[in-house]
């Protein structure tokens, strides 16, 4: 495991690596490089804090380091086959409501609504939609951050609940809705995050085809196997990995299974024996959001989607000069895995 990483004026990185038997160091000059192969020196560079590694080498004198030729992580097998769905059916994958904010896209969300209702264009998909995958954020919140107050509609996170109930339950009736936390909503910060408890969302546990999971969560439908996470430990990688940017969070998904894990830079993660971050079982899908820009890539066979958003441009994006895709939202065919994305923005028919 890294526990540092240091790279000098000639180009040298030294990586002090740890586990359960000591420390070391793994030294790679930038003349190692050059015998190394390109897509190695890449996966070194793409190197993060606390992400487990294999290295091999040389060991120096007295075996206080390791002069490395080679650097895995631990990564996707070549060979894996997704799972696909024996019936044509479809399922919606969004996030990032934000309801209760003044910057949620009501009118775009009714226009998204209606067209499950079967009262807007590409019918022929939306008669065949029998699952959406809501990947956290539901509402906005209370006290997420500074001043927030300034920025709701709702100030009152039971009423900003009620309000997305209301909503929600325009969806049809034999669609199954799936519902997962993100970091705006009423749940605790670190992850994993339990589901939104019924004390906050009473009237979501009264709806039959709703579905309330944590965050991460592993959700199987028609046999494809999707993994929900809301994506806050994208923030960490798009800051530590050079190349990254929350333009293509797609990019940043895909080192989730270069690293086989949700949150590789250790931050706000909840003490526990087990590891519920740690990607063992290999998903057909991952679906996160977080960011507010849509973004697809197919890594080794599994698709990474993330799914935009409902809430306009904040100030804080603004001040970071990131620019959301919102009312933009994919839906796949689960027997074909093939991908249609519809915009549902203020005009759409």
Not at 10 to 38: A, H, N, Q, W, Y
Not at 214 to 227: C, D, F, H, I, R
Not at 231 to 251: C, F, H, Q, T, V
């Amino acid at each position: 495991m890294i526990s540092d990483k240091f790279e000098n004026k000639e180009g040298t990185i030294t990586l002090t690596v740890d586990d359960l038997t000591g420390d070391t160091k793994i030294i790679m000059s930038k003349g190692m490089f050059s015998r190394m192969s390109p897509d190695v020196e890449k996966v070194v560079k793409g190197l993060v804090y606390d992400e487990v590694i294999g290295a091999k080498g040389k060991v120096a004198k007295g075996g206080k380091a390791i002069f490395a030729s080679d650097i895995v992580e631990p990564d996707m097998p070549h060979d894996f086959v997704s799972n696909k769905a024996k019936e044509d059916v479809y399922a919606v994958f969004t996030s990032d409501f934000h309801i209760g904010s003044i910057l949620f896209l009501q009118k775009e969300f009714e226009n998204f609504l209606d067209w499950l209702n079967l009262k807007n264009n590409r019918i022929d998909i939306a008669e065949k939609v029998k699952y959406i995958l809501v990947a956290g954020d539901i509402v906005d919140g209370v006290g997420v951050y500074p001043h927030q107050d300034k920025e709701l509609a709702l100030s009152d996170i039971y009423k900003q609940y009620d309000f997305a109930a209301e909503l929600i339950s325009r969806i049809p009736e034999d669609i199954e809705v799936i519902l997962s936390p993100g970091n705006h909503d009423a749940v605790r910060i670190s992850e994993p995050q339990l589901k939104i408890s019924k004390k906050f969302a009473p009237k979501f546990y009264d709806m039959k085809n709703v579905h309330l999971v944590g965050n991460p969560a592993y959700v199987t439908m028609e046999g494809v196997n999707v993994l929900m996470y809301h994506g806050e430990a994208l923030d960490n990688l798009i800051r530590a990995i050079p190349g990254l940017s929350y333009s293509a969070p797609e990019k940043a998904m895909k080192e989730f299974l270069k690293k086989r894990h949700l949150s590789p830079i250790y931050a706000d993660i909840f003490p526990s024996e087990k590891d519920y971050l740690s990607i063992e079982n290999i998903p057909d899908v991952i679906l996160s959001g977080h960011v507010h820009a849509i973004g697809y890539d197919n890594y080794r066979n599994v698709h990474l989607i993330n799914s935009g958003c409902f809430q306009g441009r904040t100030k804080f994006q603004e001040e970071m000069g990131h620019v959301p895709t919102p009312a933009k939202v994919p839906v796949m065919n689960l027997k074909t895995h093939d991908i249609t994305w519809l915009d549902f923005g203020e005009n759409s028919q």
